[in-house]
């Protein structure tokens, strides 16, 4: 074992964990004496400093990952990269909401907490292995339970987190009982090695059922973090309950972390046509196409994911409907987000073109989650509510922030020329792409017509911005630290919607050339 | 120098954004400035662009991994449509004229809008054309919810979902023929030259057809269209019925016949005598024809006497696709125009000229107002713009009809039966609504003649009499010599026949 390159294939995490112990030592000693709003901001600028420190290091690590026996263990450049760039970015994000609230008193703790949590959100991104990637989930959702918990005088808050706490604990375990299958059946933590072992000219046709079971206690307990149906009881008690930069953060970093996991299952559940051997072993049989359930694990695995698609799409769009609170309805417009893309995972390609197009997805949801979260924010700090009808009348007290909640709900309602609507089209055109079957041209047909459902109650939020009456109509004020992030996240949908290719551009080249 | 009416517009959307609170007239200003200029620009692309086909105005690769193509080009049709748009646009303006209540808002919504129908009609890449499609949705939200009247967010609401109904339908159509035209372009004319296979062709073509024959106003899809007018402010029903509902008749003619002509075919069995699709619209055109001519004929609101006339007009529109031959898609093409102009004229007589001096648009009230004697130029004006709209020689909408109920001759006689039952019925509506609102020598009911000498109606301003003599100019000039845009029209038809629209 090489520590070497251990250390560099952990080179970001490592950055952020340091980051976390200068804030506490900083917080508890240095300022001890000092006001609220100034430990709170040198905490969060520390945080922040911790990120951009954990982007130069994902620089310089390159993109060899780091093997262990012959097999990988951690991942570099590709998707890993992607998606640790995007979730260091949106945890500086977050931590900038933390400067301007007023909910801890334990801001060194709450920095310390959020960056050791998005490290585990690093280590799955990057993770190849079955041990690596449940120790990574485990540091990830410590970290989210806390952050859920923070609001210490919140009873709402402490009831999301034990709620939080108690599914997510229950879907851990169904997640260890499925990874203890998988290397019972092959005898291998190597992603890679399991999928080769699992093909259907390596195992037991006996030993079959049990690979299902497998298959479907692990995407039960991936599916819980993403929040797909019917596993998503937990986002609206979280989303509503936990202070909102910890919301913020559940609700863009853990999903950007938990869905590059799913596509590094995936990736590897394809790649099993990396070998020749085996690839020609399944043409000698017969195409693969023509007889999926010969695939292993891919085919229980893809076909699970296009179920709870469908499920979430349906469900969350229609339950959001009827919400009066905005942070629920962002949850289970959260819940059908996390639907269109499992459409994406459920038909993935074997070149990168489809995790291309799902990283864009992932990413750009994950950055207009956080500006939503920003402005629920300033209108709960200063209405103390988080109902519709605390937004009426927002354009009058406060122009600018309706009109980033305007660009943020149309983007997140798939309205061109915001970047959702790229994020779409894109996605769907991958998945036909892959396969212009019936089947998948109907989850994109049911995806898009759901769609224009979500556009309701969309407008009913930004209806009661703009057009309803409204009896308060003092100015509202905001901070500049959420300033930052509320124009930085609006410009970003805006400008990456109109110059697409910006931001695709710079995915595809971590990507090798075909 | 077309795109220019594009960013201008977005340009002053944005401009009008960023104007302070209060300066009302600043703002009126502008925005009149700013459709000013798209119309000048609209007149000199017509003029020069005469007798010229297709001319490309912008084509850079816009999004290159998927081959999408910011490409904006004109050609006969667009230019017509583009100039239909800065004439609506500028008359929308004046007839705003009087609008107090977040007047700069309100004008930056209005030019946005604009500046989407702007786009759609010059884009010559369907990705593109969706994108500006979907952009003058939101627009049309929320100029209705806030500035409108009766019932204003139940008809906001219904027409926002409508519409994205309909985009959604042609979405899938869209990722549809991007996949299977395996291409790699989102390109109209690439796309168009993609072969696509009969069965696919039979049913994309119906999807994006109806998708966006929603937004035309298509029977039995046509029920946002009067809610939607009633609800929305003068200026935005003026945009609605004049030059949105036309997005939709474009999109049917440029992308669902366009690109998918053997959806047209037969099916290869009738069942009751139809055996196409072409048949299902044409009947379903016939319909809107008759049947909003008929409702038209038993309102009691006076805007929803004009907004049914509207799902009839519309009508005349999708027959005229619907004949396939030369001189009904003219036609086809010419309604749009003549439609644009005299249903922005229409709905800016009951909405402007009298409902803002009267506030009733019951037909019942306005009988006992004699507003022939209290309001001359309004009735004079609504004489001459119903005696347009039902199609007499001398105005745009008698040769429009005209054509169209030839086209639809030459294709099927008995559908010219159908035309002219919708003709004669028009003239009846349009002669009740005028005769109850402007003629009427009922004697005012006591409680009337008691408000009648509190207050006299507010004088003609010069914004309604320089927009009425805009739209009543141009409808007569197109009226007394047609060739003036059959001319733009024809070739252009005359080239699509020929790419494969039989």
Same mark, same amino acid.
């Given at each position: 074992?090489?520590?070497?390159?251990?250390?560099?294939?952990?080179?970001?995490?490592?950055?952020?964990?340091?980051?976390?112990?200068?804030?506490?030592?900083?917080?508890?000693?240095?300022?001890?004496?000092?006001?609220?709003?100034?430990? /709170?901001?040198?905490?969060?600028?520390?945080?922040?400093?911790?990120?951009?420190?954990? #982007?130069?290091? !994902?620089?310089?690590?390159?993109? /060899?990952?780091?093997?262990?026996?012959?097999?990988?263990?951690?991942?570099?450049?590709?998707?890993?990269?992607?998606?640790?760039?995007?979730?260091?970015?949106?945890?500086?994000?977050?931590?900038?909401?933390?400067?301007?609230?007023?909910?801890?008193?334990?801001?060194?703790?709450?920095?310390?907490?959020?960056?050791?949590?998005?490290?585990?959100?690093?280590?799955?991104?990057?993770?190849?292995?079955?041990?690596?990637?449940?120790?990574?989930?485990?540091?990830?959702?410590?970290?989210?339970?806390?952050?859920?918990?923070?609001?210490?005088?919140?009873?709402?808050?402490?009831?999301?987190?034990?709620?939080? @706490?108690?599914?997510?604990?229950?879907?851990?375990?169904?997640?260890?009982?499925?990874?203890? @299958?998988?290397?019972?059946?092959?005898?291998?933590?190597?992603?890679?090695?399991?999928?080769?072992?699992?093909?259907?000219?390596?195992?037991?046709?006996?030993?079959?059922?049990?690979?299902?079971?497998?298959?479907?206690?692990?995407?039960?307990?991936?599916?819980?973090?993403?929040?797909?149906?019917?596993?998503?009881?937990?986002?609206?008690?979280?989303?509503?309950?936990?202070?909102?930069?910890? /919301?913020?953060?559940?609700?863009?970093?853990?999903?950007?972390?938990?869905?590059?996991?799913?596509?590094?299952?995936?990736?590897?559940?394809?790649?099993?046509?990396?070998?020749?051997?085996?690839?020609?072993?399944?043409?000698?049989?017969?195409?693969?196409?023509?007889?999926?359930?010969?695939?292993?694990?891919?085919?229980?695995?893809?076909?699970?994911?296009?179920?709870?698609?469908?499920?979430?799409?349906?469900?969350?769009?229609?339950?959001?409907?009827?919400?009066?609170?905005?942070?629920?309805?962002? /949850?289970?417009?959260?819940?059908?987000?996390?639907?269109?893309?499992?459409?994406?995972?459920?038909?993935?390609? @074997?070149?990168?073109?489809?995790?291309?197009?799902?990283?864009?997805?992932?990413?750009?949801?994950?950055?207009?989650?956080?500006?939503?979260?920003?402005?629920?924010?300033?209108?709960?700090?200063?209405?103390?509510?988080?109902?519709?009808?605390?937004?009426?009348?927002?354009?009058?007290?406060?122009?600018?922030?309706?009109?980033?909640? #305007?660009?943020?709900? !149309?983007?997140?309602?798939?309205?061109?020329?915001?970047?959702?609507?790229?994020?779409?089209?894109?996605?769907?055109?991958?998945?036909?792409?892959?396969?212009?079957?019936?089947?998948?041209?109907?989850?994109?047909?049911?995806?898009?017509?759901?769609?224009?459902?979500?556009? @309701?109650?969309? #407008?009913?939020?930004?209806?009661?911005?703009?057009?309803?009456?409204?009896?308060?109509?003092?100015?509202?004020?905001?901070?500049?630290?959420?300033?930052?992030?509320?124009?930085?996240?609006?410009?970003?949908?805006?400008?990456?919607?109109?110059?697409?290719?910006?931001?695709?551009?710079?995915?595809?080249?971590?990507?090798?050339?075909? | 120098?077309?795109?220019?009416?594009?960013?201008?517009?977005?340009?002053? =959307?944005?401009?009008?954004?960023?104007?302070?609170?209060?300066?009302?007239?600043? +703002?009126?200003?502008?925005?009149?400035?700013?459709?000013?200029?798209?119309?000048?620009?609209?007149?000199?692309?017509?003029?020069?662009?005469?007798?010229?086909?297709?001319?490309?105005?912008?084509?850079?690769?816009?999004?290159?991994?998927?081959?999408?193509?910011?490409?904006?080009?004109?050609?006969?049709?667009?230019?017509?449509?583009?100039?239909?748009?800065? *004439?609506?646009?500028?008359?929308?303006?004046?007839?705003?004229?009087?609008?107090?209540?977040?007047?700069?808002?309100?004008?930056? &919504?209005?030019?946005?809008?604009?500046?989407?129908?702007?786009?759609?009609?010059?884009?010559?890449?369907?990705?593109?054309?969706?994108?500006?499609?979907?952009?003058?949705?939101?627009?049309?939200?929320?100029?209705?919810?806030?500035?409108?009247?009766?019932?204003?967010?139940?008809? $906001?609401?219904? *027409? $926002?979902?409508?519409?994205?109904?309909?985009? =959604?339908?042609?979405?899938?159509?869209?990722?549809?023929?991007?996949?299977?035209?395996?291409?790699?372009?989102?390109?109209?004319?690439?796309?168009?030259?993609?072969?696509?296979?009969?069965? &696919?062709?039979?049913?994309?073509?119906?999807?994006?057809?109806?998708?966006?024959?929603?937004?035309?106003?298509?029977?039995?899809?046509?029920?946002?269209?009067?809610?939607?007018?009633?609800?929305?402010?003068? +200026?935005?029903?003026?945009?609605?019925?004049?030059?949105?509902?036309? *997005?939709?008749?474009?999109?049917?003619?440029?992308?669902?016949?366009?690109?998918?002509?053997?959806?047209?075919?037969?099916?290869?069995?009738?069942?009751?005598?139809?055996?196409?699709?072409?048949?299902?619209?044409?009947?379903?055109?016939?319909?809107?024809?008759?049947?909003?001519?008929?409702?038209?004929?038993?309102?009691?609101?006076?805007?929803?006497?004009?907004?049914?006339?509207?799902?009839?007009?519309?009508? &005349?529109? %999708?027959?005229?696709?619907?004949?396939?031959?030369?001189?009904?898609?003219?036609? $086809?093409?010419?309604?749009?125009?003549?439609?644009?102009?005299?249903?922005?004229?229409?709905? +800016?007589?009951?909405?402007?000229?009298?409902?803002?001096?009267?506030?009733?648009?019951? %037909?019942?009230?306005?009988?006992?107002?004699?507003?022939?004697?209290?309001?001359?130029?309004?009735?004079?004006?609504?004489?001459? +713009?119903?005696? $347009?709209?039902?199609?007499?020689?001398?105005?745009?909408?008698?040769?429009?009809?005209?054509?169209?109920?030839?086209?639809?001759?030459?294709?099927?006689?008995?559908?010219?039966?159908?035309?002219?039952?919708?003709?004669?019925?028009?003239?009846?509506?349009?002669?009740?609504?005028?005769?109850?609102?402007?003629?009427?020598?009922?004697?005012?009911?006591?409680?009337?003649?008691?408000?009648?000498?509190?207050?006299?109606?507010?004088?003609?301003?010069?914004?309604?009499?320089?927009? &009425?003599?805009?739209?009543?100019?141009?409808?007569?000039?197109?009226? %007394?010599?047609?060739?003036?845009?059959?001319?733009?029209?024809?070739?252009?038809?005359?080239?699509?026949?020929?790419?494969?629209?039989?």
């Amino acid at each position: 074992m090489n520590y070497a390159d251990l250390f560099r294939a952990t080179l970001p995490e490592t950055a952020l964990e340091i980051a976390a112990l200068v804030v506490i030592v900083i917080d508890l000693t240095v300022l001890r004496k000092a006001a609220l709003r100034a430990r /709170a901001a040198v905490a969060a600028l520390l945080g922040v400093a911790g990120c951009v420190a954990g #982007l130069w290091m !994902l620089q310089l690590q390159g993109t /060899a990952g780091f093997s262990y026996g012959g097999a990988l263990v951690l991942s570099g450049g590709g998707s890993a990269a992607v998606a640790e760039a995007a979730i260091l970015v949106l945890t500086g994000l977050t931590l900038l909401l933390l400067v301007d609230s007023t909910f801890t008193r334990h801001v060194g703790e709450y920095v310390a907490v959020v960056l050791m949590a998005a490290a585990g959100g690093l280590l799955i991104s990057a993770a190849q292995d079955l041990i690596v990637i449940f120790i990574g989930l485990e540091l990830l959702s410590l970290g989210l339970y806390i952050l859920t918990a923070f609001a210490k005088t919140s009873g709402k808050s402490a009831e999301a987190a034990i709620k939080y @706490y108690l599914f997510g604990g229950m879907s851990a375990a169904f997640l260890l009982f499925g990874f203890s @299958y998988l290397y019972g059946l092959t005898g291998s933590t190597n992603l890679h090695d399991i999928m080769q072992a699992t093909l259907w000219t390596n195992i037991a046709q006996s030993a079959m059922p049990l690979l299902y079971v497998a298959v479907v206690m692990i995407t039960a307990g991936l599916g819980f973090k993403v929040a797909a149906a019917p596993f998503h009881l937990w986002a609206p008690d979280t989303y509503e309950g936990a202070p909102a930069p910890g /919301a913020a953060f559940v609700a863009s970093v853990s999903k950007v972390a938990s869905f590059a996991l799913l596509i590094a299952i995936s990736t590897a559940a394809l790649h099993i046509f990396d070998n020749t051997a085996a690839a020609a072993q399944t043409a000698a049989h017969g195409c693969a196409a023509a007889a999926p359930q010969y695939l292993g694990f891919g085919s229980p695995w893809f076909t699970i994911l296009a179920i709870f698609a469908v499920v979430s799409m349906v469900l969350g769009n229609l339950a959001a409907l009827v919400q009066s609170s905005v942070r629920r309805l962002i /949850a289970y417009s959260a819940i059908a987000h996390a639907g269109y893309i499992l459409i994406g995972l459920a038909y993935f390609s @074997y070149a990168p073109r489809s995790t291309e197009a799902l990283l864009y997805y992932v990413v750009t949801y994950g950055l207009t989650t956080v500006g939503a979260f920003a402005v629920v924010d300033v209108v709960e700090a200063a209405t103390g509510s988080d109902r519709m009808d605390a937004f009426l009348g927002l354009h009058k007290r406060n122009p600018m922030l309706a009109a980033v909640l #305007l660009v943020l709900f !149309l983007s997140l309602a798939g309205i061109p020329p915001l970047v959702g609507f790229w994020a779409k089209f894109n996605l769907f055109a991958a998945v036909l792409e892959v396969s212009a079957g019936v089947v998948p041209f109907t989850l994109v047909a049911i995806a898009i017509a759901m769609s224009a459902v979500s556009l @309701y109650y969309y #407008l009913q939020v930004l209806k009661r911005a703009y057009v309803m009456p409204s009896i308060e109509e003092s100015p509202l004020r905001i901070r500049p630290a959420t300033l930052i992030v509320l124009v930085a996240v609006a410009l970003a949908v805006l400008l990456l919607g109109c110059f697409p290719a910006l931001l695709g551009g710079w995915i595809n080249g971590f990507f090798p050339a075909i | 120098m077309l795109a220019w009416t594009i960013y201008l517009s977005f340009a002053g =959307a944005l401009a009008e954004a960023l104007l302070p609170k209060g300066k009302a007239a600043l +703002a009126r200003w502008l925005a009149l400035a700013v459709a000013v200029a798209g119309l000048v620009l609209a007149v000199i692309a017509f003029a020069t662009g005469f007798g010229r086909g297709l001319n490309v105005i912008v084509d850079v690769p816009w999004v290159p991994s998927m081959g999408v193509q910011y490409m904006l080009a004109a050609d006969g049709i667009s230019r017509v449509l583009v100039l239909l748009t800065g *004439l609506a646009a500028v008359a929308g303006v004046l007839f705003s004229w009087n609008i107090d209540h977040r007047t700069n808002e309100f004008f930056a &919504f209005f030019l946005a809008l604009i500046g989407g129908v702007f786009g759609v009609f010059l884009s010559f890449d369907f990705f593109l054309l969706f994108v500006f499609y979907e952009i003058a949705i939101v627009p049309k939200y929320f100029l209705i919810a806030i500035w409108g009247s009766t019932r204003r967010e139940y008809g $906001a609401m219904k *027409l $926002a979902i409508y519409s994205f109904v309909g985009s =959604a339908m042609v979405l899938i159509g869209l990722l549809a023929a991007y996949t299977m035209s395996g291409s790699h372009s989102t390109g109209l004319i690439q796309l168009a030259h993609a072969h696509y296979p009969v069965s &696919f062709q039979m049913w994309c073509f119906p999807l994006v057809f109806i998708g966006f024959a929603i937004l035309a106003g298509m029977w039995p899809f046509h029920t946002w269209a009067p809610t939607g007018h009633v609800a929305a402010p003068t +200026a935005a029903s003026m945009m609605l019925a004049g030059v949105v509902m036309k *997005l939709g008749a474009y999109g049917c003619l440029r992308v669902a016949m366009y690109l998918f002509p053997k959806g047209l075919d037969p099916w290869g069995f009738s069942f009751l005598g139809i055996g196409s699709w072409r048949d299902v619209f044409a009947i379903l055109a016939l319909i809107a024809i008759v049947y909003g001519a008929l409702v038209a004929l038993v309102q009691s609101d006076f805007k929803f006497v004009i907004g049914y006339s509207s799902v009839s007009h519309m009508g &005349f529109v %999708l027959l005229g696709l619907m004949t396939l031959n030369q001189i009904g898609m003219t036609g $086809a093409v010419m309604q749009m125009f003549s439609h644009g102009i005299l249903a922005g004229l229409l709905f +800016a007589i009951v909405g402007r000229i009298v409902y803002e001096r009267t506030h009733t648009r019951q %037909l019942a009230d306005l009988e006992g107002m004699h507003l022939s004697k209290t309001l001359p130029f309004g009735a004079w004006a609504f004489v001459i +713009a119903g005696m $347009a709209a039902m199609g007499l020689p001398g105005f745009s909408g008698f040769v429009s009809e005209l054509q169209v109920v030839v086209g639809a001759w030459q294709t099927d006689p008995w559908w010219t039966i159908a035309v002219g039952v919708g003709i004669v019925i028009a003239i009846a509506y349009t002669w009740r609504a005028m005769q109850r609102a402007f003629f009427s020598d009922k004697s005012p009911s006591m409680h009337e003649l008691a408000g009648e000498h509190g207050h006299k109606l507010a004088p003609i301003t010069w914004p309604e009499v320089t927009g &009425f003599t805009l739209l009543a100019g141009a409808s007569l000039v197109v009226g %007394l010599y047609p060739k003036i845009l059959l001319g733009a029209i024809e070739p252009a038809i005359r080239t699509m026949i020929a790419g494969g629209i039989r």
